[in-house]
């Protein structure tokens, strides 16, 4: 299997981030956003240009490995094949919270994973105005920075009961019905809070903030970075059915609970 020095593509990250994103953030101009599917699906100058730079960066760190960047695959769909090839893959959501970085709220990330012939090797997600890093996968655990140097996170122990447990709810393209059901199911938890952003949600998990996340969309750059990190803690997760969620498969939704015992159980109350 394919490796990487964590640290030293979490510095291509932070450089690139400056140089291409931190200069555009509350400073777009005229022609700078642009929509893609609708008026909440935005691409920023900013997207664009954090996409090419750690593209051309990261290949060039690894010798041989191909990208599937949110960008590049809405131009083209047909880079998502590149799941399916014998090369590795770097996974790149160039700014995840492309509204918020519109508006010029700091509710954003840039997220990059790496996928080995359908394993996923690693994981750094980073939120430029913060500061805050988080990065690593099964080769290296899971590892924090706050803009200083990086200390392993430890392994977080969840609530022994659901009643201790907060959520996270996606709630883009949920049923009526699901909607009633997981209304209905909030008050066995200590709370269920909804989906803003894959690149700060994340980090709630692997902290111990938040320990579950239910997702309708299961876009690649959305989340590989993610479960990348969160396997690497031992974090199980499926498709809402329970079959299991492979990179480039974008269908079924998303389930990510502590351990396989909690997320039946989870599964059960809320998606039935």
């Not at 909440?40 to 954090?50: E, G, H, M, N, Y």
């Not at 994981?123 to 913060?130: H, L």
């Not at 750059?221 to 199980?236: I, N, Y």
Request: aromatic share 6%; charged share 20%; glycine share 12%.
């Amino acid at each position: 299997m394919v490796s990487v020095d964590i640290e030293r593509v979490a510095a291509i990250i932070r450089q690139v981030a400056a140089l291409e994103a931190m200069p555009r953030w509350r400073n777009l101009g005229q022609g700078d956003i642009t929509e893609k599917a609708g008026p909440d699906d935005l691409v920023t100058a900013a997207d664009r240009a954090v996409e090419i730079v750690l593209s051309r960066q990261l290949t060039s760190l690894l010798p041989g490995s191909k990208v599937v960047g949110e960008e590049g695959v809405h131009a083209d769909p047909r880079g998502l094949a590149l799941f399916q090839s014998d090369d590795p893959v770097w996974v790149i959501d160039p700014i995840d919270g492309t509204s918020a970085f519109a508006k010029g709220s700091a509710d954003f990330a840039v997220m990059v994973g790496l996928v080995d012939r359908g394993t996923l090797m690693a994981g750094w997600i980073y939120a430029p105005v913060t500061g805050d890093f988080v990065c690593g996968g099964r080769a290296d655990g899971v590892w924090r920075s706050s803009g200083a140097a990086f200390q392993r996170l430890p392994s977080q122990t969840p609530p022994a009961t659901l009643s201790g447990m907060r959520g996270i709810t996606g709630r883009r393209m949920m049923t009526p019905e699901r909607q009633r059901r997981i209304d209905a199911a909030t008050p066995l938890f200590a709370g269920i809070d909804g989906a803003t952003c894959a690149g700060l949600e994340y980090p709630k998990l692997l902290s111990g903030q938040a320990h579950f996340a239910l997702y309708n969309k299961s876009e690649p750059w959305d989340h590989l970075p993610g479960l990348a990190l969160a396997e690497a803690q031992g974090f199980h997760f499926a498709k809402h059915d329970g079959t299991p969620y492979r990179p480039g498969d974008n269908s079924g939704g998303l389930l990510i609970a502590p351990d396989t015992k909690s997320w039946t159980e989870i599964q059960r109350l809320l998606l039935g």
